[in-house]
């Protein structure tokens, strides 16, 4: 089972469920203290994306506001105009891990911009926002990225899912939009 860490700076809030690419952008990369890097993400919102790179299941940590805009003005003390954005140049920054009290006080399921959040990358499942206006979606389908911001589809075209699979769905939705389990198989 692979869980992967991601940093949220984008200014949006990311739910458990959200089907998660690669930042087109790196405007920084966050490590934790044992030195393990937290990429970017964003939402999804084009149909089989090959930058997707798992589901939202939990949040990690908070960074800390006070440290972030020091990371950002590059000087303890002076607060930095706004926070990062998809311009900005990017910088490595450690991630402060938050107490088990402040931790305890955040809504795990939802991974705020300036939070570092878990997503599941291969090897079990996960609830996964998907689509089924654009198809009906059986358990055993193969999942791909959809136009719907955040959400998964049914895998209609093979050739285009080539490297842009989710995974495998392990419930069914006939029509609109809802959440399933899935079976994440990054492929």
């Known amino acids: 089972m692979n869980i992967t860490q991601f940093a949220n700076v984008f200014g949006e ?20 203290p044992d030195g393990v890097l937290a990429p970017e ?3 999804t919102e084009n149909s089989y994306d090959t930058s997707v790179c798992g589901i939202v299941c939990e949040v990690k940590v908070s960074l800390k506001p006070e440290r972030q805009e020091e990371r950002i003005s590059g000087e303890k003390g002076k607060k930095a ?3 990062a954005s998809r311009s900005s140049k990017a910088l490595a920054a450690p991630i402060e891990v938050a107490s088990l009290e402040e931790l305890a006080a955040v809504d795990r399921s939802k991974v705020e911009s300036g939070q570092i959040g878990l997503m599941v990358t291969s090897g079990a499942f996960a609830h996964c926002k998907v689509d ?28 285009k899912a080539v490297g ?10 006939k029509k ?6 899935a079976l994440v198989t990054l492929q």
Do not use: C, M, R, W
């Open 13 to 32: 809030t990311l739910e458990q469920g959200d089907v998660v690419v690669i930042a087109k952008k790196q405007t920084s990369l966050f490590s934790s």
């Open 41 to 43: 993400v964003d939402f």
């Open 81 to 83: 105009a706004k926070p």
């Open 132 to 159: 089924a206006d654009i198809a009906p979606i059986n358990v055993g389908d193969l999942l791909t990225t959809s136009p719907t911001k955040g959400h998964a589809q049914k895998a209609l075209d093979p050739s």
């Open 164 to 173: 842009a699979i989710i995974g495998k769905a392990l419930g069914s939705l």
């Open 176 to 181: 609109g939009k809802g959440k399933i389990p």
